[in-house]
């Protein structure tokens, strides 16, 4: 939503309900003030005008329901090709994620939490391998969008 002066405006978005979230959250830190230095001062114009357009199609997508076109939307010029290589492995985890049905693998934040976007539920068994032959520890989260926003347990 925006705000503008005492009011805010808002557009509720259900999200495709085939449409799955696994996050793959390393033992490891990764300071947001370390990831943060990594980012540079200025950007292009081209690199800024890439992430606003994928916005755009991104909500285009939610409110179409198209998995696909959501993936794609998830695509980055402004923040992760610098973080990047603080992500261990980010590289093989995304093919490996492709290869396995992720149409998308995101950084989460500032990392190093990976968010892998798909039209179904990937097996953690296809994930859990690629995370052992790179010595990461962490978990693996098979996880829906929620339709209620942030709940308390």
Do not use: W
């Amino acid at each position: 939503g925006i705000r503008d002066d005492n009011t805010i405006f808002y557009q509720k978005i259900t999200p495709p309900k085939s449409l799955h979230c696994t996050l793959i959250v390393p033992d490891y830190p990764l300071e947001t003030a370390k990831a943060r230095e990594v980012l540079p001062k200025t950007v292009s114009m081209s690199d800024a005008v890439y992430n606003i357009s994928r916005t755009a199609l991104l909500i285009d997508g939610l409110h179409r329901g198209d998995v696909a076109q959501i993936a794609q939307a998830m695509t980055d010029k402004l923040h992760q090709p610098y973080r990047e290589p603080l992500i261990k492995g980010m590289k093989t985890i995304s093919q490996k994620a492709a290869e396995a049905g992720a149409l998308a693998t995101v950084i989460s934040g500032a990392g190093p939490t990976l968010l892998l976007v798909s039209d179904y539920e990937l097996p953690a068994e296809k994930i859990a391998p690629v995370l052992q032959q790179l010595a990461i520890n962490g978990r693996i989260l098979s996880l829906k969008p929620s339709l209620v926003g942030a709940e308390v347990n």
